[in-house]
C-alpha cells in the first residue's frame, strides 16, 4: 500500500502562525547503505529541522555561539576599578532561530555533519513539494546535497554540535506504506509518514562511496511538529522482523514507537499485513501503556553492557510486549536545541543495533491467543531528556 493522498498533503505541512517564531518541524529519514568496495552495511540519517525559523528570517542564529556583550567603555571602567568585573554581562543568550541539515551515521563510531541556514534563504516549491537550501534538496521523491566541514571551521564553530568531514548524497525515494496519527493535538503531530520507504542511490562519505539499494535500504522516515520536541524522549523502530513461530523472514512487518506523548507513547505497526495501531491520541481508558530504558546488569565483559528498552501495551482486544537491547558501545549521544532556548537542550542516546523480541497476542475472553513471536534486528533505539544548558 504506497502512501495515501491524505498523508501525502500532511507530509507537505510545515510551521504556521506563532509557531513559526516558537515551535519545530523535523523532517527525517533512517535508511542502510553498502560500502561499494568492501560490502560493509552502515545505517545513515538524513534531518531537517526548522527550529523557530521565522525568528530570524535574514540570518541564523544558534543558541550555543558565543555572544559577547562587553562594550569597550565597560571594559575601560573594569580596568579602571570604578565598575565590578561581576557586574559585567558577558555574554548574550539568545533564542536559537535557523533550518538545519544534518547527514551522519549511528553506532559505535557515529558522525554527523550539519549546515545551518535561515528561512529567507530555502526555497520552497508545491509542484513538485521541494524544500532547497543551497546545493540540498528535500523532495516528495528525492533527497541530495553535500556538507563539507573542513578542520578550521570544525574547530572555530563548536557550536555547530557536528564533526569534520565531507557527506554527499543523491537518492530517490518511494513510501511503500504510511502511517499518520500517531500523535495530534493543536500544535503538535507526530505520523511515520514512511514506516517503510524504499530508498536508492549513491553516498559519498569521507571518502568512501556506498549503495542503497531499494530491496536492501530499511528505509523509514517520520515527521513531528510542534511547540517543543516531547520529552522524556523516546523511540523504537525496526523493519527486521524474523518471525520464532515460523521461521520466516516477515517481509511485511514492521512498527515504529515514539514519545512520550501526554505520559502515553505512540504505536504504529503492521504484521504481515494486519495494522496494529495505538495512537497516543487514545485515552488512557482506550489502552494502557508502561515502558522504560535502564541499564541492564553490569556484564563481566565491559563490551557487553546494554540499555535495556521495554514496551508494554494493551486494550481490550490486544496486548503487545516489546523488549530491545542495545549495547552501550553501539550508543552515542546527539544534542538537540530546544525551541525555547536559554540554551536548554534536548540530550539523546541513540543506537541502530538494538536486537530483541516482539511479541503479539491477541485477547479471547480469559485467553491469550499468540499471534506473533519475533526477533528483532537493526533496531534504531534512542532515549533522550531534556538539559539545561550552560549559561
Same mark, same amino acid.
Given at each position: 500500500?504506497? #502512501?495515501?493522498?491524505?498523508? %501525502? ?30 560490502? *560493509? @552495511? ?5 534531518? &531537517? ?11 541564523? &542564529? ?52 550539519? !549546515?545551518?541556514? /535561515? ?6 516549491? !508545491? ?9 540540498? %534538496? ?10 563539507? %566541514? ?11 554540535? /557536528? ?17 499518520? @496519527? ?12 514512511? %514506516? ?7 553516498? $559519498? ?32 523502530? $525496526? ?25 502515553? &507513547? #505512540? ?25 522504560? /530504558? ?41 544534542? &538537540? ?14 543506537? #541502530? ?15 491469550? @491467543? ?8 537493526? *533496531? ?12
Amino acid at each position: 500500500m504506497a #502512501a495515501t493522498k491524505k498523508n %501525502i498533503k500532511d507530509s507537505k505541512y510545515g510551521l504556521s502562525g506563532s509557531s513559526k517564531k516558537s515551535g519545530v518541524n523535523f523532517w527525517r529519514s533512517f535508511f542502510t547503505a553498502y560500502e561499494k568496495n568492501s560490502a *560493509t @552495511e552502515q545505517l545513515f540519517f538524513i534531518e &531537517l529541522e526548522l527550529l523557530n525559523p521565522a525568528l530570524s528570517p535574514a540570518e541564523p &542564529l544558534l543558541g550555543f555561539k558565543p555572544r559577547v556583550t562587553i562594550t569597550e567603555e565597560d571594559l575601560q571602567y573594569t580596568l579602571a576599578g570604578t565598575l565590578a568585573a561581576k557586574d559585567l554581562k558577558s555574554e548574550n543568550i539568545i533564542q536559537p532561530s535557523y533550518v538545519a541539515v544534518r547527514f551522519g551515521t549511528l553506532g559505535a563510531e557515529a558522525k554527523q555533519l550539519c !549546515s545551518y541556514h /535561515c528561512i529567507k534563504n530555502i526555497r520552497f516549491s !508545491s509542484k513538485p513539494f521541494t524544500i532547497q537550501m543551497d546545493n540540498k %534538496i528535500f523532495g516528495e521523491d528525492c533527497l541530495s546535497g553535500y556538507i563539507n %566541514i573542513s578542520e578550521e571551521e570544525y574547530q572555530k564553530h563548536p557550536e555547530y554540535f /557536528c564533526d569534520r568531514g565531507f557527506a554527499s548524497w543523491n537518492l530517490k525515494y518511494e513510501v511503500i506504506r504510511d502511517m499518520g @496519527e500517531g500523535y495530534k493535538n493543536k500544535t503538535d503531530r507526530w505520523f511515520p509518514y514512511g %514506516i517503510k520507504t524504499n530508498f536508492s542511490g549513491m553516498i $559519498s562519505f569521507d571518502g568512501a562511496d556506498y549503495i542503497v539499494e531499494p530491496r536492501k535500504c530499511m528505509g523509514y522516515m517520520d515527521r513531528y511538529w510542534g511547540k517543543s520536541f516531547p520529552y522524556d524522549w523516546f523511540h523504537i523502530s $525496526s523493519a527486521s522482523l524474523t518471525s520464532i513461530i515460523s521461521g520466516r523472514v516477515l517481509q511485511n512487518s514492521f512498527f515504529s514507537i515514539q514519545g512520550v506523548f501526554e505520559d502515553k &507513547l #505512540a504505536f504504529m505497526g503492521s504484521f504481515e499485513g494486519s495494522d496494529i495501531l495505538f495512537p497516543a491520541t487514545l485515552s488512557k481508558r482506550q489502552y494502557s501503556c508502561v515502558w522504560d /530504558c535502564i541499564q541492564t546488569p553490569e556484564s563481566e565483559e565491559p563490551d557487553e553492557n546494554k540499555l535495556h528498552w521495554s514496551v508494554s501495551i494493551n486494550n481490550k482486544l490486544w496486548v503487545l510486549d516489546i523488549d530491545v537491547y542495545c549495547r552501550l558501545k553501539d550508543l552515542s549521544t546527539r544534542v &538537540l536545541e530546544l525551541p525555547e532556548g536559554n540554551r536548554k537542550v534536548l540530550r539523546v542516546l541513540q543506537g #541502530a543495533t538494538g536486537t530483541g523480541e516482539i511479541k503479539l497476542f491477541k485477547k479471547n475472553r480469559n485467553t491469550l @491467543e499468540q499471534i506473533e513471536y519475533a526477533n528483532i534486528t537493526k *533496531t534504531v533505539c534512542e532515549f533522550g531528556h531534556e538539559e539545561d544548558g550552560e549559561l
